[in-house]
């Protein structure tokens, strides 16, 4: 394989799928640009943002009518001299929301379809995948009797299985309910954080977003609106009426510290301590915690007498007024940034402005289990 031999000399950073692409489908054109580096790149946008059209052109379903696709180098699509590899020969693991397995055969024979159909030799893999993904107790079950859980780990390690350049993963959580979605998470953390290939991962919700994305590409009207790193977008109030005023939060970088007796977890971040219901994580692990907007109060005066337990110096960064009666406020916690959302006549009273130093609070049930996860990326690992 002088191909593995090849990029091995180059380091993990520099694999990466990159796409140039453009394409008229009736009313909408498509015409983006970005780069999908090794990690969990979501592609996120409202519906017809364009989404599933990126992934399909890059799987080699639809065609471009111009531009450029290629992985780590190697090019699968080009106007400029008409290279067009087909589907089978792109080696790209594909995912999409509803698992699509053989429901006449077993697990493991839907997964070694996956490693039949790709390139892999030898048993090494399946038991890794297996182990990975959780899924070594379901070998010699029938697919027609998994949970929509269970579907969606096999639907992946069979894309693991053909040992693919890339993955694409096409909203592959988003047939599940709240608590499949939950259960299956840490799985794909620990894809994003063992797989040494760039995940181009679609999805149109911000908690999977937050949880997974080691890069972020925003598209809208079938525009790249932003990309860059999901605790720089995720925090930028710009960008809040394309996340959602509900949804909006920002991602913060902590540490666990210590469990207290009364069932606390204290974390660390770089502006302070946040204190959380009890995490399932020893002292020393690195995390990353969502905090809604929505769920931020900010006070002038550090307040007394209050149950949240979270009160975070912080200064106010920018602060961004939309149509209606909120106001969106960006807040520098240390080196973090958090979101808040209060109302325009709460920020003129307390005469909020760039600069301003005041406290955000957060009550500490506020933050829900499902958003606290691996850190992904440097720290991941
Ligand atoms: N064959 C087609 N002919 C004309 N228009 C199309 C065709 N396929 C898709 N479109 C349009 O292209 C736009 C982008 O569709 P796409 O499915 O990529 O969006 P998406 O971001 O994946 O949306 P969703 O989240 O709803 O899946 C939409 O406006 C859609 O109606």
Do not use: W
């Amino acid at each position: 394989m002088g191909r593995r031999a090849g990029g091995a000399a180059h380091p993990r950073r520099g694999v990466s799928l990159s796409v140039a692409i453009r394409r008229r489908q009736g009313d909408f054109t498509l015409d983006v640009a970005f780069d999908a580096p090794n990690g969990v790149t979501v592609l996120f946008g409202r519906s017809g943002a364009g989404k599933s059209t990126v992934v399909s052109a890059v799987a080699g379903l639809l065609r471009p009518d111009a531009g450029r696709i290629a992985v780590n180098g190697r090019r699968l699509f080009d106007t400029a001299d008409a290279t067009d590899v087909p589907v089978h020969r792109r080696r790209a693991g594909v995912v999409f929301q509803e698992p699509r397995l053989f429901p006449h055969l077993t697990v493991r024979d839907n997964l070694l379809y996956g490693r039949r159909a790709g390139r892999a030799r030898g048993d090494g893999p399946l038991g890794e995948v297996t182990e990975l993904l959780g899924i070594g107790g379901l070998l010699e079950r029938r697919t027609a009797g998994l949970s929509g859980g269970e579907a969606s780990r096999v639907a992946i390690g069979r894309a693991l299985l053909s040992e693919p350049d890339f993955l694409l993963m096409d909203e592959p959580l988003a047939a599940l309910d709240a608590a499949r979605r939950a259960e299956i998470l840490p799985y794909l953390e620990r894809l994003r954080d063992g797989a040494r290939m760039p995940i181009l991962y679609v999805s149109h919700n911000l908690a999977e977003v937050a949880r997974l994305a080691t890069h972020l590409v925003v598209l809208e009207d079938g525009r790249v609106a932003r990309a860059g790193e999901p605790e720089t977008l995720l925090s930028d109030p710009e960008l809040v009426r394309l996340f959602g005023l509900r949804e909006a939060g920002a991602v913060l970088r902590a540490r666990v510290e210590a469990h207290a007796e009364d069932g606390v977890s204290e974390l660390s971040i770089s502006g302070g301590t946040l204190f959380l219901p009890r995490i399932d994580a020893a002292p020393g692990t690195p995390l990353r915690v969502r905090i809604l907007a929505q769920d931020v109060m900010l006070a002038t005066e550090r307040p007394r007498g209050i149950s949240a337990l979270n009160v975070l110096p912080v200064t106010v960064v920018a602060l961004r007024y939309g149509g209606g009666p909120g106001v969106t406020a960006q807040l520098a916690a240390g080196d973090d940034r958090l979101l808040a959302r209060v109302t325009r006549r709460s920020a003129a009273a307390l005469g909020l402005s760039p600069g301003t130093r005041c406290y955000a609070v957060l009550k500490s049930v506020a933050v829900a289990p499902a958003d606290i996860g691996g850190p992904g990326g440097d720290a991941a690992g």
